[in-house]
């Protein structure tokens, strides 16, 4: 195993400081190249509570070209990252690139819809969410007024005379 397998092992056991200490020497001792290395420590900064800490090492691992799942992995942490720190726009810019990148992936359309909400866009919020309610529940109420939802998810604010 080696070190950054062994970083990960730690992560998933919960041994959260080893897990740090062992990624900042990787980041250290001439590694810094390795976007998974970069991605792995914002992870586990992130767990420990150190969110605004976090950020660089997400905005490195990306520039470094993090590819497949961690990618994804990656745009959702740093794009939560910035929501809880209250930094909305950088938030919603890292969003709005995830969700043309990876429209397949209704995770993204989620959290996107929690900043929208933040920057109080609540009509996209909740169209959001309503579009992503009837595509993906399998509530038979849910789907037995799917025409009507989707109707009224963009026209949440007009009044009917």
Known sequence: MNELEMAIQYRKSGQLEEARSLLLDLITEGESQNPSI?????????????EREAIPFYKQALEFGLSGEDRQ?????????????????NSKEVYEMAVKEYPERRE???????????????NDAME???KQLIETSNDEGIQS??????????KLDQIWE
């Open 38 to 50: 970069w991605y792995q420590c914002a992870w586990v900064h992130d767990n420990l509570g150190k």
């Open 73 to 89: 992995g990656a745009l959702l942490g740093l794009g939560s990252t910035y929501r809880t720190l209250g930094m909305y726009e």
């Open 108 to 122: 993204f359309q989620v959290f996107y819809a929690m900043v929208k909400f933040n920057l109080k866009e609540y």
């Open 128 to 130: 959001i969410l309503l």
């Open 145 to 154: 007024y799917h025409k009507a939802i989707h109707f009224y998810s963009d």
